[in-house]
Nanobody, 124 residues
Framework: QVQLVESGGGLVQAGGSLRLSCAASGRTFSSYAMGWFRQAPGKEREFVAGISRSGGSTNYADSVKGRFTISRDNAKNTVSLQMNSLKPEDTAVYYC?????????????????WGQGTQVTVSS
């Protein structure tokens, strides 16, 4: 069982930055690939970024490539999402998720555990 708690959301102006963090409980954090997803009002949840369980491999949605960076610290059981050059269309609830696997996936259904989400609002 893994419990995930996101933090770091908030209100920021376009062009600004935010850093989201996800703290995981349990001693097997390094056995999980991790992902960040987001859901905007009236839209389906979508993949944002993922990182392998070792941290050696990452993948990103095209919409955030070059602006967002995912990282993890297995010693601290945390995964982070650094978001730069934010745009109003990045406004959403952001969720972290854990997948019992080696590499991260963009497919929502493979993830076993989810956090409660943190709101990110980007004003124009």
């Amino acid at each position: 069982q893994v419990q995930l708690v996101e933090s770091g959301g908030g209100l920021v102006q376009a062009g600004g930055s935010l850093r989201l963090s996800c703290a995981a409980s349990g001693r097997t954090f390094s056995s999980y690939a991790m992902g960040w997803f987001r859901q905007a009002p009236g839209k389906e949840r979508e993949f944002v970024a993922g990182i392998s369980r070792s941290g050696g491999s990452t993948n990103y949605a095209d919409s955030v490539k070059g602006r967002f960076t995912i990282s993890r610290d297995n010693a601290k059981n945390t995964v982070s999402l650094q978001m730069n050059s934010l745009k109003p269309e990045d406004t959403a609830v952001y969720y972290c998720a854990a997948d019992w696997g080696i590499n991260s996936s963009s497919r929502e259904y493979v993830y076993d555990y989810w956090g409660q989400g943190t709101q990110v609002t980007v004003s124009s």
